[in-house]
């Protein structure tokens, strides 16, 4: 039970911040993008704090909304990851408490993408929810995986 309540109230505080994130407006949301884009500009290139300022936004133009999905199937991924354990905290079978975690996760993904659409200049993607729920699957899948495992060494010793 102790599981369950850990993983649960760092499930919750994780919902927050991604809530946090969905309510920046467009221009901040934007402004945060494109940061990390120029550090990982910064990581990727040598010279790339050489580049003019043109040269620069052109690469953070081609690379914004790759970062930007990626983090999106990675919130949502650390999500699945915490409902599962919050879910295994139950002594739920593997199977309910994965169905339960997808089910919980994709539709906060969902209510994340409505709350959007009641943020100055963002929107609510089918799309965005999509990859949202793909995270979610990920993360409940790898948690999966690593108790299979775990499970298999036990009983192979």
């Known amino acids: 039970m102790i599981r369950f309540r850990i993983f649960s109230v760092a499930a919750l505080a994780?919902?927050?911040?991604?809530?946090?994130?969905?309510?920046?407006d467009a221009t901040r949301s934007t402004k945060d993008s494109n940061e990390v884009?120029?550090?990982i500009g910064e990581i990727i290139y040598e010279d790339?704090?050489?580049?003019?300022?043109?040269e620069k936004q052109v690469f953070i133009d081609k690379t914004d909304h790759?970062?930007?999905?990626t983090a999106h199937g990675l919130e949502y991924m650390l999500l699945g990851v915490l409902l599962m354990n919050a879910g295994l905290g139950l002594k739920n079978r593997k199977k309910t408490a994965a169905f339960l975690s997808?089910?919980?996760g994709s539709l906060y993904a969902a209510s994340d993408e409505i709350h959007q659409l009641y943020v100055p200049g963002r929107a609510g993607m089918v799309t965005d929810w999509l990859i949202d729920s793909g995270g979610v699957l990920a993360g409940v899948a790898a948690v999966s995986v690593t108790a299979l495992l775990?499970?298999?060494?036990?009983?192979?010793?």
């Open 14 to 24: 994780w919902m927050v911040v991604i809530f946090m994130f969905s309510a920046k």
């Open 37 to 39: 884009v120029e550090i």
């Open 48 to 54: 790339f704090d050489n580049l003019d300022a043109e």
């Open 66 to 69: 790759a970062v930007r999905k």
């Open 102 to 104: 997808f089910i919980t």
């Open 150 to 157: 775990i499970r298999r060494k036990k009983e192979a010793t």
